[in-house]
């Protein structure tokens, strides 16, 4: 969960003309505000050794230095300036300026929350839901998430709508949830549209309705949100919500992916594999499942590890096939477990281990894979 960077602009200090138009060149102007930004500073206005941080902190009229950033910004806050409190704590946070310290960082953000900067009550929630710099509390993070959520913060209201979803720190409430997060995605933010189409499409706190889901998964992936590229890709998919469309499943699925994520990646694969929006291309199903599988995706190392048994779109290999599914069924992967097993029944890939088969057909028995349990009815070990 990201912390918010606390983006403040300096007001300026020179008088402009009359005419309401500042009469001297750009770079007279930044440098008349500095000197008069700096002598303010000096004589110990808060307001002014804030502006004098923001300036270092973003190389504005001067050379960029985090250092003398955190050192104005100090002094402000010490004065009891809230704004300057919360950047405080983001250099704390962040290690810009000063030592990363989080329990440093989380005391500024309290002073500043305290007086209600909605950046500070927002980072603090965050920091009370990781335990950085405090003692993890779910309560406390719900907290200062409703109480920037109050003021209108985004991020905030879609942490709690999550809190509320996952019932950390509040009783679960789908409906609070799916409220919340409306608040945030009619704010435009992608996370909180792709939470809300979750909820239409589980019908979870409001009445279940893929088109809805549909809806605020596209205004998601329309900016790029990767989860909500997959997820729209998968009503694709399926023809939930808009009618079935593979072309237009795999075009959602390669979106994704290109930003890594792992399931759209295995999902691109297998529609290479099938051959569903795409034109069938077993390399690069395996190709696109090895990504998925080099990211510790169970279902891609099991399909990996089958296009090295089979020899589709790689050159066969049983040894290969053999290591991926191991992987696979280390992680519980049932279909993976059952393929082990009959490579070391024969000796495909291992040396020939009657004793290793039966283990592995076992644990995929116990999941209730009914071709392992058939498996070692023949081995006589059921």
């Not at 930004?37 to 004589?43: C, E, H, N, R």
């Not at 300036?81 to 989380?106: E, I, K, P, S, T």
């Amino acid at each position: 969960m990201k912390k918010v960077a606390f983006l403040v602009t300096v007001f300026l200090s020179v008088a402009a003309s009359a005419s309401g138009q500042n009469t001297e060149p750009a770079e007279q102007s930044l440098a008349a505000e500095l000197l008069q930004t700096q002598a303010a500073a000096k004589q110990g206005d808060a307001r002014a050794q804030f502006n004098l941080g923001v300036m270092y902190d973003n190389g504005r009229g001067v050379a960029q230095d985090h250092a003398q950033a955190a050192q104005w910004y100090r002094k402000a806050a010490d004065q009891g300036n809230a704004d300057a409190q919360a950047n405080l704590g983001d250099m704390y946070d962040f290690g810009r300026g000063v030592a990363q310290d989080h329990a440093q960082a989380a005391q500024w953000y309290l002073k500043a929350a305290d007086q209600g900067n909605v950046i500070a009550q927002y980072n603090l929630g965050v920091s009370y839901r990781e335990g950085q710099g405090v003692a993890q509390d779910h309560v406390q993070a719900a907290r200062w998430f409703r109480e920037a959520a109050d003021q209108g913060l985004a991020d905030a209201q879609n942490n709690l709508g999550v809190s509320y979803r996952e019932g950390q720190g509040v009783v679960q409430d789908h409906v609070q949830a799916a409220r919340w997060f409306r608040k945030a995605a009619d704010q435009g933010l992608a996370d909180a549209q792709n939470n809300l189409g979750t909820l239409y499409g589980s019908g979870q706190g409001v009445t279940q309705d893929y088109a809805q889901a549909v809806h605020w998964y596209r205004k998601a992936a329309d900016q790029g949100y990767a989860k909500a590229e997959f997820n729209l890709g998968f009503l694709y998919h399926l023809g939930q919500g808009v009618d079935q469309d593979h072309t237009q499943a795999a075009h959602w699925f390669r979106k994704a992916a290109d930003q890594g994520l792992v399931n759209a990646q295995y999902n691109l694969g297998a529609s290479y594999a099938r051959g569903q929006g795409v034109t069938q291309d077993y390399a690069q199903a395996a190709s696109w499942c090895r990504k998925a599988a080099d990211q510790g995706y169970a279902s891609a190392q099991f399909s990996l590890g089958l296009s090295y048994a089979q020899g589709q779109g790689v050159t066969q290999d049983y040894a290969q096939a053999v290591s991926w599914f191991r992987k696979a069924a280390d992680q519980g992967n049932a279909d993976a477990q059952y393929s082990l097993g009959v490579l070391y029944s024969n000796g495909q890939g291992v040396t020939q281990d009657h004793a290793q088969a039966v283990h592995w057909f076992r644990k995929a028995a116990d999941r209730g894979y009914t071709p392992a349990r058939e498996a070692l009815k023949r081995a006589g070990a059921l």
